[in-house]
T-cell receptor, first 115, second 111 residues
């Protein structure tokens, strides 16, 4: 298994649908992140989990709901999204201690299209 | 609002030349700085980090940091077509590896 895997890779949903994005890391890291990447815009940090506890929530609308059941898995539950939520959603993991703090390992992303 | 600014490019350089990528940041208290590379359709990957003023070299890559000017740069020597990608500058903005990213500079290396 590669380091950080995300499913599904592509998702098309209507504004009334409910779906979930899944992320799994096989690196033994203790922190996981959701980032949103829109065209021509910087990566936007959405949520941070450290040791399965949410430590950062960057004013993300409630239609995005994260879940971290253990240190290897992270979900992003989606409901009643808007077309402007269409973007690439990237999951990342890291080790919060040691000499290489700041190194995020990203998954390949889930490309979301909201119709 | 902490910000990281980069020229979006594209920066076009001939093969074998030096590519110079620049980044400025707004938070004077920032201590850690990172360069990520993102190929089209792929996820970002870390290529360099720098904590201290001055230069840090790793193979063909050199990161330069000037905290007084709030400026970080990445030099790529002997540029290759395989270096063509978007380069993201990131600044650590607190604990838990919270990184603030710039929008990236697209580099195109032509044969």
């Amino acid at each position: 298994e590669t380091g950080v895997t995300q499913t599904p890779r592509h998702l098309v949903m209507g504004m009334t649908n409910k779906k979930s994005l899944k992320c799994e890391q096989h690196l033994g890291h203790n922190a996981m992140y959701w980032y949103k990447q829109s065209a021509k815009k910087p990566l936007e940090l959405m949520f941070v989990y450290s040791l399965e506890e949410r430590v950062e929530n960057n004013s993300v609308p409630s239609r995005f709901s994260p879940e971290c059941p253990n240190s290897s898995h992270l979900f992003l539950h989606l409901h009643t999204l808007q077309p402007e939520d269409s973007a690439l959603y990237l999951c990342a993991s890291s080790q919060n201690a040691g000499p290489n703090t700041g190194e995020l390992f990203f998954g390949e992303g889930s490309r979301l299209t909201v119709l | 609002q902490k910000e990281v600014e980069q020229n979006s490019g594209p920066l076009s350089v001939p093969e074998g030349a030096i590519a110079s990528l620049n980044c400025t940041y707004s938070d004077r208290g920032s201590q850690s700085f990172f360069w990520y590379r993102q190929y089209s359709g792929k996820s970002p990957e870390l290529i360099m980090f720098i904590y201290s003023n001055g230069d840090k070299e790793d193979g063909r890559f050199t990161a330069q940091l000037n905290k007084a000017s709030q400026y970080v740069s990445l030099l790529i020597r002997d540029s290759q077509p395989s270096d063509s990608a978007t380069y993201l500058c990131a600044v650590k903005a607190g604990g838990y590896n919270k990184l603030i990213f710039g929008a990236g500079t697209r580099l195109a290396v032509h044969p």
